[in-house]
């Protein structure tokens, strides 16, 4: 009875995975790529190493301290928030300035809390300087101080529930492995096209070489070429789907070197200078803090925080407020040229402080200024000028036709002025003896 039982465990299909499972599983597809999920084996190669994925997913988020709240109180109460930030504004900035953010204000279900979570992420910067220091009772000048500072503040997953932001982050973990062995794949696969690339010129050369003398050139290259076969076929075998899955199996199954949490413990003073932990400063403060190492081998530090929703939407308020042009920004110079155009349209009226303007919302405007007045005749001739010269552009058609030889369009209409009877020349002379008359 106990073998036929064994017999019939043997040959009881495997029970389909959970929902979330098979929601990993399709990601993984998704992500690494598409023709894995074809491959034979799949799913009962892949369940047990993405299982331990999620689970090492689910510890990592757990360990993230917090949430703290971020604010201009914490900023002056908290030391990590104050050394977090370099001014109290600048949080009010990171709020106004995320996109995360601002998407999920504009939903609906932001309205649910006062306060929302999300991860909080910075990256630790460290610079040199010389400073003043009290060594004692002597304060010194010019002494090297390393000063700690943070920037790249962001947040990850807002959400008014908790346990919204610890499963997006958990989702983002899982995320942030298949991106990374997917960047392997993509350089396996640049690598396979590269070979590919050389063989073809290696082959094209030892072809040349066959035509020549040969002999040692042709035997290096015969080598050469044998190695670069064998690297591309190794690197296409390691491009199957089978060899993918068992890779990517195995790379799960110990996802810590690309996904990791480091805790750092550094003793700062108010102005964010390093010092010492054993001397006695009751300025400086221990700040302890974990460091997220992450595909892109960047450190971040990341921790829970929890914001409110009125200091949010008053800070993205702000931010477009500061985006949006002001009005006196506008350029003067079509300002000036409209109100120009209604200053010469509008009429005009005197009045006893001076000119006064008919256009609405304008003031009475100021006495003319002695220097206007003595421009005055000079505008006067001028505008005479223009005025007559406009009159003597306007020609009647008689005269363009007839009256200036060079203008003539119809010499038969009217004789040339030498051909008239009685016109004397500059000679004083008349002209009848050249025309022939008498």
Sequence with gaps: MSLLSTVADFLKPAPPPDPSLRKAL??????????????????????????YALGYCDGLVASLPGPI???RKAFADDPLVHALF?????????LGRSQAVRDFLAEPCSWESDYFYAMFAARRQQKKQLGMAQQG????????????YFSGQTLIEPSCQLDTTLHGLRCKALESLLHTFRAHVKALRDEREGLRADVSVERAHLTVLRGTSGGHALEVGTRHLAELDARLRHTAESLMPEHLIDALADYLK???PALHLTPVSITVDRQGVVSDQNNGDINAHTLNFPELTARDRRLHLAMLARISRDEALEA????????RPHPASISARWMGATACARAVCAPLTKSRPGRASTTPGSSTSWPTSPGAAAN??????IHAAATRHERRRTLPMRRHLHGRPRFRLLPGLWPAAHERPGHRGRTGRTDDNRTGRS
């Design 376 to 381: 005055r005749p000079r505008r006067k001739a």
């Design 254 to 256: 110990s996802p810590e």
């Design 69 to 71: 709240d971020i604010n």
């Design 316 to 323: 993205v308020e702000m931010v477009r407020d500061q985006r």
């Design 137 to 148: 009772d002597v304060i010194r000048n010019d002494v090297p101080q390393l000063v700690l």
């Design 86 to 94: 370099a001014t109290a504004g600048d949080i009010d900035q990171m």
């Design 26 to 51: 399709d990601r993984v597809a998704e992500l690494v790529d598409p023709m894995l999920k074809a491959a034979p084996g799949f799913e009962k190669h892949l369940s047990n190493p993405v299982q």
